[in-house]
Protein backbone atom coordinates (compact mmCIF):
# COMPACT_ATOMS: atom_id res chain seq x y z
CA UNK A 1 0.00 0.00 0.00
CA UNK A 2 1.47 2.96 0.78
CA UNK A 3 5.04 4.10 0.11
CA UNK A 4 7.49 7.14 1.32
CA UNK A 5 10.64 8.00 0.23
CA UNK A 6 12.95 10.99 1.42
CA UNK A 7 16.41 12.19 0.30
CA UNK A 8 18.83 14.74 1.58
CA UNK A 9 21.56 15.16 -0.37
CA UNK A 10 24.21 17.72 -1.95
CA UNK A 11 21.49 17.55 -5.61
CA UNK A 12 18.87 18.57 -5.92
CA UNK A 13 16.23 15.40 -5.08
CA UNK A 14 13.43 15.55 -6.70
CA UNK A 15 13.99 13.41 -9.39
CA UNK A 16 14.92 11.07 -7.17
CA UNK A 17 12.00 10.98 -4.99
CA UNK A 18 10.19 10.70 -8.38
CA UNK A 19 12.07 7.21 -9.13
CA UNK A 20 11.09 6.23 -5.88
CA UNK A 21 7.62 6.47 -6.26
CA UNK A 22 7.65 4.66 -9.34
CA UNK A 23 9.28 2.03 -7.73
CA UNK A 24 6.69 1.24 -5.50
CA UNK A 25 3.68 1.59 -7.41
CA UNK A 26 3.27 -2.23 -7.11
CA UNK A 27 2.43 -1.00 -3.58
CA UNK A 28 -1.17 -0.19 -4.15
CA UNK A 29 -2.51 3.53 -4.34
CA UNK A 30 -4.36 6.74 -5.36
CA UNK A 31 -2.72 9.74 -5.43
CA UNK A 32 0.74 10.92 -4.74
CA UNK A 33 2.61 14.02 -3.41
CA UNK A 34 6.12 15.18 -2.85
CA UNK A 35 7.10 18.23 -0.85
CA UNK A 36 11.31 19.80 -0.79
CA UNK A 37 12.67 22.56 1.43
CA UNK A 38 14.11 25.44 -1.02
CA UNK A 39 15.32 28.38 0.02
CA UNK A 40 13.79 28.11 3.67
CA UNK A 41 10.61 27.52 2.28
CA UNK A 42 8.10 24.51 1.73
CA UNK A 43 6.98 23.50 -1.55
CA UNK A 44 4.54 21.23 -2.75
CA UNK A 45 3.11 19.00 -5.37
CA UNK A 46 0.37 16.69 -5.07
CA UNK A 47 -1.97 14.66 -7.50
CA UNK A 48 -4.81 12.61 -7.69
CA UNK A 49 -3.94 9.11 -9.54
CA UNK A 50 -0.89 7.43 -10.72
CA UNK A 51 2.53 9.10 -10.23
CA UNK A 52 2.74 10.03 -13.91
CA UNK A 53 0.05 12.77 -12.85
CA UNK A 54 2.00 13.84 -10.32
CA UNK A 55 4.92 13.80 -12.71
CA UNK A 56 3.20 15.95 -15.18
CA UNK A 57 3.08 18.51 -12.19
CA UNK A 58 7.05 18.64 -11.18
CA UNK A 59 9.81 20.03 -13.38
CA UNK A 60 12.55 17.82 -14.00
CA UNK A 61 15.01 20.61 -12.34
CA UNK A 62 12.44 21.52 -9.62
CA UNK A 63 15.36 23.07 -6.84
CA UNK A 64 15.41 21.28 -3.65
CA UNK A 65 18.37 19.26 -2.08
CA UNK A 66 16.05 18.16 1.03
CA UNK A 67 12.61 16.20 0.18
CA UNK A 68 9.76 13.62 0.86
CA UNK A 69 7.20 11.71 -1.34
CA UNK A 70 4.55 9.75 -0.38
CA UNK A 71 1.81 7.47 -2.60
CA UNK A 72 -1.36 7.03 -0.70
CA UNK A 73 -4.05 4.56 -0.23
CA UNK A 74 -7.17 6.53 1.17
CA UNK A 75 -8.39 4.85 4.82
CA UNK A 76 -9.32 7.97 7.11
CA UNK A 77 -10.60 10.68 4.02
CA UNK A 78 -11.48 9.83 0.39
CA UNK A 79 -9.26 9.70 -2.42
CA UNK A 80 -8.44 13.48 -3.04
CA UNK A 81 -5.13 15.88 -3.78
CA UNK A 82 -6.15 17.41 -0.59
CA UNK A 83 -6.40 14.21 1.49
CA UNK A 84 -2.85 13.57 -0.88
CA UNK A 85 0.34 13.64 1.90
CA UNK A 86 2.68 15.27 2.63
CA UNK A 87 0.39 16.58 4.77
CA UNK A 88 1.72 20.18 6.56
CA UNK A 89 1.55 22.56 9.59
CA UNK A 90 1.56 26.04 9.44
CA UNK A 91 4.04 25.72 6.17
CA UNK A 92 6.72 24.87 8.85
CA UNK A 93 6.27 21.00 8.82
CA UNK A 94 5.83 18.49 6.76
CA UNK A 95 5.37 14.88 6.93
CA UNK A 96 4.64 11.43 5.12
CA UNK A 97 2.87 8.89 6.88
CA UNK A 98 2.67 5.09 6.39
CA UNK A 99 0.08 3.44 8.29
CA UNK A 100 -2.73 4.26 10.56
CA UNK A 101 -2.98 6.62 14.01
CA UNK A 102 -6.03 4.81 15.77
CA UNK A 103 -6.32 7.95 18.66
CA UNK A 104 -5.98 10.48 15.84
CA UNK A 105 -9.68 11.92 17.17
CA UNK A 106 -8.49 12.61 20.71
CA UNK A 107 -5.05 14.23 19.23
CA UNK A 108 -7.20 16.18 16.55
CA UNK A 109 -9.40 18.04 19.33
CA UNK A 110 -6.64 19.13 21.80
CA UNK A 111 -5.36 20.31 18.60
CA UNK A 112 -8.33 22.23 17.25
CA UNK A 113 -8.24 23.54 21.12
CA UNK A 114 -4.65 24.70 20.58
CA UNK A 115 -5.81 26.93 17.49
CA UNK A 116 -4.38 24.29 14.65
CA UNK A 117 -6.50 24.14 11.33
CA UNK A 118 -7.09 20.93 9.21
CA UNK A 119 -7.19 20.98 5.81
CA UNK A 120 -7.77 17.46 5.16
CA UNK A 121 -10.13 14.72 6.44
CA UNK A 122 -7.23 12.23 7.34
CA UNK A 123 -5.79 10.29 10.04
CA UNK A 124 -2.08 11.37 8.98
CA UNK A 125 -2.36 15.38 9.10
CA UNK A 126 -2.43 15.34 13.16
CA UNK A 127 0.80 14.53 13.21
CA UNK A 128 2.31 17.37 11.23
CA UNK A 129 0.44 19.75 13.69
CA UNK A 130 1.18 17.56 17.23
CA UNK A 131 4.90 18.11 15.81
CA UNK A 132 4.71 21.70 15.00
CA UNK A 133 3.83 22.09 18.55
CA UNK A 134 6.23 20.46 19.82
CA UNK A 135 9.11 21.92 18.01
CA UNK A 136 10.93 24.33 19.56
CA UNK A 137 14.80 24.08 17.83
CA UNK A 138 15.54 20.17 18.08
CA UNK A 139 13.37 18.64 15.18
CA UNK A 140 13.96 14.97 16.37
CA UNK A 141 13.14 15.65 19.95
CA UNK A 142 9.68 17.29 19.18
CA UNK A 143 9.15 13.94 16.68
CA UNK A 144 9.73 11.79 19.56
CA UNK A 145 7.28 13.92 21.83
CA UNK A 146 4.88 13.73 19.17
CA UNK A 147 5.22 9.71 18.71
CA UNK A 148 5.12 9.05 22.40
CA UNK A 149 1.58 10.16 21.79
CA UNK A 150 0.80 8.17 18.60
CA UNK A 151 -1.01 4.69 19.35
CA UNK A 152 -1.26 2.24 15.94
CA UNK A 153 0.70 1.44 13.36
CA UNK A 154 2.58 3.66 11.08
CA UNK A 155 6.09 5.16 9.49
CA UNK A 156 6.98 8.66 9.35
CA UNK A 157 9.47 11.33 7.27
CA UNK A 158 9.54 14.55 8.17
CA UNK A 159 11.20 17.91 7.36
CA UNK A 160 10.68 21.32 8.52
CA UNK A 161 11.60 24.77 7.47
CA UNK A 162 13.54 25.57 10.67
CA UNK A 163 16.25 22.33 10.21
CA UNK A 164 16.47 22.98 6.62
CA UNK A 165 19.20 20.05 6.11
CA UNK A 166 17.73 17.69 8.59
CA UNK A 167 15.39 14.06 7.82
CA UNK A 168 13.86 12.38 10.91
CA UNK A 169 12.29 9.14 10.10
CA UNK A 170 10.95 6.38 12.56
CA UNK A 171 9.19 3.48 12.76
CA UNK A 172 6.62 1.63 14.45
CA UNK A 173 4.95 -1.53 12.94
CA UNK A 174 5.67 -0.28 9.54
CA UNK A 175 9.25 -1.04 8.06
CA UNK A 176 11.41 1.56 7.01
CA UNK A 177 14.80 1.42 5.07
CA UNK A 178 17.63 3.99 5.38
CA UNK A 179 19.97 3.85 2.22
CA UNK A 180 23.28 5.12 2.81
CA UNK A 181 25.01 7.39 -0.36
CA UNK A 182 28.17 9.53 -0.79
CA UNK A 183 27.16 12.59 1.16
CA UNK A 184 23.92 11.93 0.62
CA UNK A 185 21.48 10.07 2.67
CA UNK A 186 17.58 8.79 2.33
CA UNK A 187 14.60 6.38 3.57
CA UNK A 188 12.34 4.78 2.14
CA UNK A 189 9.57 1.86 2.17
CA UNK A 190 11.20 -0.43 0.07
CA UNK A 191 14.34 -0.93 -0.73
CA UNK A 192 13.51 -1.27 -4.57
CA UNK A 193 12.99 2.18 -4.72
CA UNK A 194 16.51 3.28 -3.30
CA UNK A 195 18.42 0.55 -5.49
CA UNK A 196 19.02 3.41 -8.33
CA UNK A 197 21.44 5.33 -5.39
CA UNK A 198 22.60 3.38 -3.51
CA UNK A 199 23.26 -0.68 -2.63
CA UNK A 200 23.84 0.01 1.29
CA UNK A 201 21.03 -0.06 3.29
CA UNK A 202 19.76 -0.08 7.16
CA UNK A 203 17.04 -1.62 8.41
CA UNK A 204 15.47 0.47 11.19
CA UNK A 205 14.35 -2.11 13.81
CA UNK A 206 10.81 -1.73 15.58
CA UNK A 207 10.32 2.07 17.69
CA UNK A 208 13.10 2.82 16.11
CA UNK A 209 14.25 6.78 14.57
CA UNK A 210 16.97 8.08 12.50
CA UNK A 211 18.17 11.42 11.92
CA UNK A 212 19.80 11.97 8.19
CA UNK A 213 21.45 15.08 7.11
CA UNK A 214 23.83 15.13 3.96
CA UNK A 215 26.73 14.28 5.39
CA UNK A 216 25.84 11.27 8.01
CA UNK A 217 22.86 9.83 10.01
CA UNK A 218 22.28 8.62 13.25
CA UNK A 219 20.14 5.86 14.70
CA UNK A 220 18.42 6.09 17.88
CA UNK A 221 16.46 3.45 19.74
CA UNK A 222 12.86 3.71 21.01
CA UNK A 223 14.19 5.33 24.31
CA UNK A 224 15.88 7.94 22.33
CA UNK A 225 19.11 6.65 22.96
CA UNK A 226 21.55 6.40 20.16
CA UNK A 227 22.39 2.90 18.78
CA UNK A 228 24.34 1.31 15.66
CA UNK A 229 22.95 -0.94 13.10
CA UNK A 230 24.63 -3.17 10.43
CA UNK A 231 25.28 -1.42 7.19
CA UNK A 232 23.49 -4.25 4.31
CA UNK A 233 24.81 -4.34 1.25
CA UNK A 234 22.31 -5.53 -1.30
CA UNK A 235 22.50 -7.60 -4.46
CA UNK A 236 19.74 -6.58 -5.82
CA UNK A 237 19.49 -4.94 -9.04
CA UNK A 238 17.54 -1.66 -10.16
CA UNK A 239 15.74 -4.24 -11.99
CA UNK A 240 13.25 -5.81 -9.30
CA UNK A 241 11.49 -7.91 -12.32
CA UNK A 242 15.00 -10.26 -12.80
CA UNK A 243 15.07 -13.79 -11.97
CA UNK A 244 18.38 -12.80 -10.25
CA UNK A 245 20.34 -15.99 -9.03
CA UNK A 246 16.64 -18.58 -9.36
CA UNK A 247 16.60 -20.54 -12.91
CA UNK A 248 12.78 -19.49 -13.38
CA UNK A 249 10.54 -17.10 -11.89
CA UNK A 250 7.83 -19.62 -10.51
CA UNK A 251 10.94 -20.40 -7.62
CA UNK A 252 11.74 -16.80 -7.19
CA UNK A 253 8.21 -16.33 -6.87
CA UNK A 254 8.03 -19.29 -4.14
CA UNK A 255 11.20 -18.30 -2.05
CA UNK A 256 9.90 -14.34 -1.73
CA UNK A 257 6.43 -15.47 0.04
CA UNK A 258 8.26 -14.59 3.25
CA UNK A 259 8.64 -10.88 2.41
CA UNK A 260 5.16 -10.81 0.25
CA UNK A 261 3.38 -11.78 3.07
CA UNK A 262 5.34 -9.84 5.31
CA UNK A 263 4.41 -7.13 3.22
CA UNK A 264 0.89 -7.75 2.92
CA UNK A 265 0.81 -7.81 6.87
CA UNK A 266 2.63 -4.14 6.61
CA UNK A 267 0.66 -1.65 8.88
CA UNK A 268 -2.58 -3.44 9.11
CA UNK A 269 -2.07 -5.56 12.35
CA UNK A 270 -0.45 -4.83 16.03
CA UNK A 271 0.43 -7.00 18.45
CA UNK A 272 -3.21 -8.42 19.38
CA UNK A 273 -5.30 -6.91 16.46
CA UNK A 274 -6.40 -5.79 13.35
CA UNK A 275 -6.34 -2.14 12.73
CA UNK A 276 -9.43 -0.37 11.55
CA UNK A 277 -10.06 0.62 8.10
CA UNK A 278 -7.33 -0.56 5.80
CA UNK A 279 -10.27 -2.00 3.68
CA UNK A 280 -11.13 1.93 2.96
CA UNK A 281 -12.11 4.44 4.66
CA UNK A 282 -15.69 3.67 5.78
CA UNK A 283 -15.24 -0.40 5.96
CA UNK A 284 -16.20 -0.57 9.62
CA UNK A 285 -20.14 0.70 8.63
CA UNK A 286 -20.16 -1.58 6.18
CA UNK A 287 -18.94 -4.08 7.80
CA UNK A 288 -21.22 -3.67 10.97
CA UNK A 289 -24.03 -4.41 8.39
CA UNK A 290 -22.86 -7.84 6.52
CA UNK A 291 -25.33 -10.62 7.26
CA UNK A 292 -24.07 -12.86 4.01
CA UNK A 293 -20.90 -13.37 2.24
CA UNK A 294 -20.43 -14.03 -1.58
CA UNK A 295 -17.56 -14.99 -3.09
CA UNK A 296 -16.75 -14.70 -6.84
CA UNK A 297 -12.98 -15.68 -8.50
CA UNK A 298 -11.43 -17.55 -10.92
CA UNK A 299 -8.55 -20.48 -10.94
CA UNK A 300 -6.22 -20.29 -8.24
CA UNK A 301 -8.19 -17.22 -6.72
CA UNK A 302 -11.10 -19.51 -6.69
CA UNK A 303 -9.79 -21.52 -4.23
CA UNK A 304 -8.16 -18.91 -2.05
CA UNK A 305 -11.93 -17.41 -1.61
CA UNK A 306 -12.62 -21.46 -1.42
CA UNK A 307 -10.34 -21.48 1.61
CA UNK A 308 -11.80 -18.49 3.23
CA UNK A 309 -15.30 -20.10 3.51
CA UNK A 310 -14.19 -22.16 5.98
CA UNK A 311 -12.82 -19.36 8.02
CA UNK A 312 -15.97 -17.30 7.75
CA UNK A 313 -18.80 -19.60 8.49
CA UNK A 314 -16.62 -20.95 11.88
CA UNK A 315 -15.06 -17.65 13.03
CA UNK A 316 -17.96 -15.25 12.06
CA UNK A 317 -20.87 -17.66 11.50
CA UNK A 318 -21.95 -16.33 8.87
CA UNK A 319 -22.98 -17.98 5.52
CA UNK A 320 -20.86 -17.42 2.87
CA UNK A 321 -21.03 -18.87 -1.02
CA UNK A 322 -17.88 -19.46 -3.56
CA UNK A 323 -18.44 -19.48 -6.78
CA UNK A 324 -16.47 -19.51 -9.88
CA UNK A 325 -17.13 -16.26 -11.74
CA UNK A 326 -17.85 -18.03 -15.11
CA UNK A 327 -20.38 -20.06 -13.86
CA UNK A 328 -21.84 -16.70 -11.45
CA UNK A 329 -22.20 -14.31 -14.24
CA UNK A 330 -24.37 -16.17 -16.31
CA UNK A 331 -26.99 -17.58 -13.77
CA UNK A 332 -29.79 -16.23 -11.97
CA UNK A 333 -28.93 -15.46 -8.29
CA UNK A 334 -30.70 -15.26 -5.06
CA UNK A 335 -29.05 -12.46 -3.11
CA UNK A 336 -29.71 -12.46 1.02
CA UNK A 337 -30.42 -9.24 1.78
CA UNK A 338 -26.66 -7.35 3.29
CA UNK A 339 -24.65 -9.43 1.36
CA UNK A 340 -21.04 -8.36 0.89
CA UNK A 341 -19.94 -9.43 -2.68
CA UNK A 342 -16.05 -10.12 -2.68
CA UNK A 343 -13.73 -10.54 -5.67
CA UNK A 344 -10.35 -11.41 -5.75
CA UNK A 345 -7.92 -11.48 -8.47
CA UNK A 346 -4.05 -11.20 -9.13
CA UNK A 347 -4.19 -8.88 -12.25
CA UNK A 348 -7.16 -7.19 -11.93
CA UNK A 349 -8.34 -7.79 -15.37
CA UNK A 350 -9.64 -11.01 -14.99
CA UNK A 351 -12.86 -11.09 -17.62
CA UNK A 352 -15.18 -13.11 -16.06
CA UNK A 353 -14.50 -11.59 -12.64
CA UNK A 354 -15.28 -8.22 -13.78
CA UNK A 355 -18.26 -9.05 -15.62
CA UNK A 356 -19.35 -10.78 -12.50
CA UNK A 357 -19.21 -7.50 -10.54
CA UNK A 358 -20.36 -5.53 -13.59
CA UNK A 359 -23.77 -7.15 -13.89
CA UNK A 360 -25.12 -7.29 -10.29
CA UNK A 361 -28.58 -6.23 -10.84
CA UNK A 362 -29.81 -7.35 -6.29
CA UNK A 363 -29.77 -4.23 -4.43
CA UNK A 364 -29.17 -6.40 -1.41
CA UNK A 365 -25.48 -6.23 -1.39
CA UNK A 366 -24.41 -3.88 1.08
CA UNK A 367 -20.51 -3.51 -0.47
CA UNK A 368 -18.65 -4.44 -3.18
CA UNK A 369 -14.72 -5.43 -2.13
CA UNK A 370 -12.13 -6.71 -4.65
CA UNK A 371 -9.12 -8.48 -3.10
CA UNK A 372 -6.08 -7.61 -5.72
CA UNK A 373 -2.18 -7.32 -6.45
CA UNK A 374 -2.81 -4.63 -9.29
CA UNK A 375 -3.61 -0.77 -7.86
CA UNK A 376 -4.06 0.43 -11.63
CA UNK A 377 -6.47 -2.14 -12.64
CA UNK A 378 -10.43 -2.21 -13.59
CA UNK A 379 -11.11 -4.40 -10.37
CA UNK A 380 -9.99 -2.53 -7.86
CA UNK A 381 -11.07 1.03 -9.60
CA UNK A 382 -14.65 -0.54 -9.28
CA UNK A 383 -15.40 -1.84 -6.31
CA UNK A 384 -15.63 0.14 -3.41
CA UNK A 385 -13.59 -1.66 -0.93
CA UNK A 386 -10.00 -2.76 -1.58
CA UNK A 387 -7.12 -4.37 0.14
CA UNK A 388 -3.71 -4.52 -1.71
CA UNK A 389 -1.81 -8.10 -1.47
CA UNK A 390 1.01 -6.08 -1.69
CA UNK A 391 2.67 -9.60 -3.30
CA UNK A 392 4.84 -7.12 -5.77
CA UNK A 393 5.34 -8.10 -9.51
CA UNK A 394 4.55 -12.18 -10.23
CA UNK A 395 5.82 -13.07 -13.84
CA UNK A 396 5.50 -16.73 -13.19
CA UNK A 397 1.77 -17.90 -14.63
CA UNK A 398 1.30 -20.34 -11.74
CA UNK A 399 0.28 -18.26 -9.17
CA UNK A 400 2.31 -18.78 -5.64
CA UNK A 401 2.93 -15.58 -3.75
CA UNK A 402 0.08 -14.29 -4.67
CA UNK A 403 -2.12 -17.16 -3.49
CA UNK A 404 -0.85 -17.15 -0.06
CA UNK A 405 -1.27 -13.26 0.19
CA UNK A 406 -4.87 -13.54 -0.99
CA UNK A 407 -5.19 -16.14 1.82
CA UNK A 408 -3.55 -13.89 4.32
CA UNK A 409 -5.94 -11.33 2.86
CA UNK A 410 -9.18 -13.33 3.44
CA UNK A 411 -8.09 -13.87 7.39
CA UNK A 412 -7.42 -10.52 7.54
CA UNK A 413 -11.03 -10.05 6.05
CA UNK A 414 -12.30 -11.92 8.32
CA UNK A 415 -10.70 -10.14 11.64
CA UNK A 416 -12.07 -7.17 10.15
CA UNK A 417 -15.57 -8.18 10.10
CA UNK A 418 -15.37 -10.11 13.63
CA UNK A 419 -13.80 -6.93 14.88
CA UNK A 420 -16.92 -4.98 14.54
CA UNK A 421 -19.23 -7.97 14.81
CA UNK A 422 -18.08 -9.44 18.65
CA UNK A 423 -14.92 -12.08 17.48
CA UNK A 424 -13.89 -13.20 20.51
CA UNK A 425 -10.70 -10.80 21.58
CA UNK A 426 -8.64 -13.81 22.54
CA UNK A 427 -9.41 -15.99 19.34
CA UNK A 428 -8.37 -12.50 17.31
CA UNK A 429 -5.59 -12.29 18.90
CA UNK A 430 -4.46 -15.79 18.78
CA UNK A 431 -5.15 -15.39 14.96
CA UNK A 432 -3.45 -12.37 14.74
CA UNK A 433 -0.11 -14.29 16.55
CA UNK A 434 -0.08 -16.48 13.79
CA UNK A 435 -0.58 -14.28 11.08
CA UNK A 436 2.54 -12.21 12.68
CA UNK A 437 4.86 -15.71 12.97
CA UNK A 438 3.66 -16.92 9.00
CA UNK A 439 6.95 -15.45 7.55
CA UNK A 440 9.03 -17.14 9.38
CA UNK A 441 7.40 -20.58 9.48
CA UNK A 442 7.36 -20.33 5.60
CA UNK A 443 11.26 -19.87 5.82
CA UNK A 444 11.16 -22.78 7.77
CA UNK A 445 9.34 -25.27 5.14
CA UNK A 446 11.24 -23.67 2.47
CA UNK A 447 14.32 -25.88 3.67
CA UNK A 448 12.30 -28.57 2.85
CA UNK A 449 13.00 -27.86 -0.99
CA UNK A 450 15.98 -30.38 -0.96
CA UNK A 451 13.55 -33.01 0.17
CA UNK A 452 10.89 -32.54 -2.27
CA UNK A 453 13.43 -32.47 -5.38
CA UNK A 454 14.27 -35.86 -4.63
CA UNK A 455 10.55 -36.72 -4.57
CA UNK A 456 10.09 -35.26 -7.63
CA UNK A 457 12.03 -37.89 -9.06
CA UNK A 458 8.86 -40.47 -8.55
CA UNK A 459 6.38 -38.12 -10.89
CA UNK A 460 8.49 -38.11 -13.83
CA UNK A 461 6.56 -40.60 -16.28
CA UNK A 462 3.41 -40.44 -14.46
CA UNK A 463 -0.30 -39.30 -16.37
CA UNK A 464 -1.49 -38.25 -13.51
CA UNK A 465 -2.02 -37.79 -9.38
CA UNK A 466 -4.74 -37.75 -6.81
CA UNK A 467 -4.75 -35.22 -4.23
CA UNK A 468 -6.99 -35.04 -1.19
CA UNK A 469 -7.82 -32.75 1.71
CA UNK A 470 -10.67 -32.65 4.34
CA UNK A 471 -12.01 -29.28 5.47
CA UNK A 472 -9.96 -26.35 5.08
CA UNK A 473 -7.58 -28.54 3.21
CA UNK A 474 -9.98 -29.68 0.34
CA UNK A 475 -9.20 -26.24 -1.61
CA UNK A 476 -5.53 -26.58 -0.80
CA UNK A 477 -5.62 -29.71 -2.24
CA UNK A 478 -7.42 -28.64 -5.13
CA UNK A 479 -4.74 -25.81 -5.90
CA UNK A 480 -1.84 -28.45 -5.89
CA UNK A 481 -3.77 -29.92 -8.41
CA UNK A 482 -3.84 -27.30 -10.05
CA UNK A 483 -0.08 -26.15 -10.27
CA UNK A 484 1.11 -29.85 -11.26
CA UNK A 485 -1.27 -29.75 -14.34
CA UNK A 486 -0.36 -26.17 -14.85
CA UNK A 487 3.47 -26.39 -15.55
CA UNK A 488 3.91 -30.42 -15.59
CA UNK A 489 1.18 -31.39 -17.41
CA UNK A 490 0.27 -33.98 -15.44
CA UNK A 491 -3.20 -34.63 -15.23
CA UNK A 492 -4.20 -34.30 -11.94
CA UNK A 493 -7.49 -34.05 -10.05
CA UNK A 494 -8.38 -32.96 -6.07
CA UNK A 495 -11.01 -34.68 -3.94
CA UNK A 496 -12.31 -34.34 -0.83
CA UNK A 497 -10.66 -37.45 0.98
CA UNK A 498 -14.46 -39.15 2.45
CA UNK A 499 -15.14 -38.88 -1.14
CA UNK A 500 -12.21 -41.14 -2.46
CA UNK A 501 -14.45 -44.54 -2.26
CA UNK A 502 -17.20 -43.10 -4.17
CA UNK A 503 -15.58 -42.99 -7.16
CA UNK A 504 -11.44 -41.75 -7.57
CA UNK A 505 -10.30 -44.90 -5.71
CA UNK A 506 -11.05 -46.99 -9.17
CA UNK A 507 -8.39 -44.86 -10.32
CA UNK A 508 -5.62 -46.23 -7.75
CA UNK A 509 -3.02 -48.30 -8.04
CA UNK A 510 0.70 -48.50 -8.57
CA UNK A 511 1.04 -46.00 -11.03
CA UNK A 512 -1.40 -43.62 -9.30
CA UNK A 513 0.29 -41.32 -6.32
CA UNK A 514 -1.88 -39.75 -4.17
CA UNK A 515 -0.67 -36.73 -2.20
CA UNK A 516 -2.34 -35.48 0.91
CA UNK A 517 -1.66 -33.02 3.78
CA UNK A 518 -2.63 -34.13 6.80
CA UNK A 519 -2.68 -31.11 9.78
CA UNK A 520 -3.10 -31.69 13.06
CA UNK A 521 -6.78 -31.43 14.02
CA UNK A 522 -10.17 -33.15 14.14
CA UNK A 523 -9.99 -34.75 10.82
CA UNK A 524 -6.59 -36.58 11.58
CA UNK A 525 -7.68 -39.95 12.16
CA UNK A 526 -10.36 -40.06 9.23
CA UNK A 527 -7.48 -39.23 6.73
CA UNK A 528 -5.87 -41.96 8.18
CA UNK A 529 -8.66 -44.45 7.31
CA UNK A 530 -8.53 -42.64 3.72
CA UNK A 531 -4.73 -43.64 3.54
CA UNK A 532 -5.18 -47.58 4.16
CA UNK A 533 -7.75 -47.61 1.45
CA UNK A 534 -5.01 -46.20 -0.91
CA UNK A 535 -2.51 -48.17 0.37
CA UNK A 536 -5.22 -51.70 0.24
CA UNK A 537 -5.51 -50.54 -3.46
CA UNK A 538 -2.18 -50.68 -4.29
CA UNK A 539 -1.30 -46.99 -4.34
CA UNK A 540 1.57 -45.04 -2.93
CA UNK A 541 0.92 -42.51 -0.57
CA UNK A 542 3.02 -38.72 -0.29
CA UNK A 543 2.31 -37.47 2.95
CA UNK A 544 3.19 -33.84 3.92
CA UNK A 545 2.66 -34.05 7.79
CA UNK A 546 2.24 -31.14 10.45
CA UNK A 547 3.48 -31.33 13.57
CA UNK A 548 1.98 -33.75 16.20
CA UNK A 549 1.08 -35.79 13.07
CA UNK A 550 1.49 -39.45 14.34
CA UNK A 551 1.53 -42.09 11.02
CA UNK A 552 1.69 -45.59 10.95
CA UNK A 553 3.87 -45.59 7.95
CA UNK A 554 4.62 -48.34 5.51
CA UNK A 555 7.71 -49.08 3.69
CA UNK A 556 6.18 -47.55 0.33
CA UNK A 557 4.69 -44.70 1.83
CA UNK A 558 6.77 -41.17 1.58
CA UNK A 559 5.96 -38.91 4.33
CA UNK A 560 7.42 -35.51 4.63
CA UNK A 561 7.44 -34.11 8.56
CA UNK A 562 6.42 -30.08 8.33
CA UNK A 563 7.92 -28.86 11.76
CA UNK A 564 4.74 -26.27 12.30
CA UNK A 565 1.72 -25.99 14.10
CA UNK A 566 -0.86 -23.30 13.90
CA UNK A 567 -4.60 -23.68 14.20
CA UNK A 568 -6.21 -20.98 11.82
CA UNK A 569 -3.13 -20.54 9.29
CA UNK A 570 -2.22 -23.97 8.55
CA UNK A 571 -3.85 -24.13 5.03
CA UNK A 572 -1.66 -21.08 4.33
CA UNK A 573 1.37 -22.95 5.06
CA UNK A 574 0.26 -26.21 3.55
CA UNK A 575 0.41 -24.75 0.01
CA UNK A 576 4.56 -24.37 0.53
CA UNK A 577 5.21 -28.08 0.01
CA UNK A 578 3.23 -28.53 -2.68
CA UNK A 579 4.35 -25.49 -4.90
CA UNK A 580 7.74 -26.90 -4.53
CA UNK A 581 6.69 -30.23 -5.51
CA UNK A 582 5.03 -28.67 -8.36
CA UNK A 583 7.81 -26.67 -9.89
CA UNK A 584 10.63 -29.83 -9.43
CA UNK A 585 8.18 -32.05 -11.38
CA UNK A 586 7.69 -29.72 -13.97
CA UNK A 587 12.02 -29.06 -14.53
CA UNK A 588 12.13 -33.10 -14.46
CA UNK A 589 9.55 -32.76 -17.41
CA UNK A 590 11.70 -30.66 -19.29
CA UNK A 591 8.40 -28.04 -19.24
CA UNK A 592 8.45 -24.56 -19.61
CA UNK A 593 7.81 -23.65 -16.00
CA UNK A 594 7.29 -20.15 -16.51
CA UNK A 595 5.31 -20.01 -19.51
CA UNK A 596 3.11 -23.15 -19.89
CA UNK A 597 1.79 -23.70 -22.69
CA UNK A 598 -1.88 -22.08 -23.52
CA UNK A 599 -1.88 -20.01 -20.65
CA UNK A 600 -1.76 -16.69 -19.77
CA UNK A 601 -1.06 -14.98 -16.19
CA UNK A 602 -4.29 -12.42 -16.85
CA UNK A 603 -7.09 -13.88 -18.11
CA UNK A 604 -8.62 -11.49 -20.00
CA UNK A 605 -11.23 -12.64 -22.12
CA UNK A 606 -13.99 -15.12 -21.80
Given at each position: ?101 ENYKEIRADLLVKGYE ?321 PRQIEKLLEL ?158
Amino acid sequence: MCGIVGAVAQRDVSSILMEGLRRMEYRGYDSAGIALIHEHKLERFRALGKVRELANRVSDEQPGRIGIAHTRWATHGEPSEINAHPHFSRNRVAIVHNGIIENYKEIRADLLVKGYEFDSQTDSEVVAHLIDSYFKDDLFKAVKQAVDQLEGAFALGIIATDAPQTLVACRRGSPLVLGVGIQENFVASDVSALLPVTSRFIYLEEGDYAVLNQRDYQVYGADGKPKDLEVNVTELSSDSAQKGKFRHYMRKEIFEQANSINDCLEGRIDSTSVLDSIFGANADTIFTQVRNIQIVACGTSFHAGYVAKYWIEELLGLPCQVEVASEFRYRKTAVPKDTLFVTLSQSGETADTLAALRNLSSKNYCGLLSICNVAESSLVRESSLVLMTRAGPEIGVASTKSFTTQLVSMLLLVLSIGKVQGLDDKLAALIVRELSELPRQIEKLLELDVQIEVIAEDFIDKQGALFLGRGAHYPIAMEGALKLKEISYIHAEAYPAGELKHGPLALVDADMPVIIVTPNDETMDKLHSNMQEVKARGGKLYVFAHQGVNLERGEDDIVIQMDCKTDWTTPILSTIPLQLLSYHVAVLRGTDVDQPRNLAKSVTVE
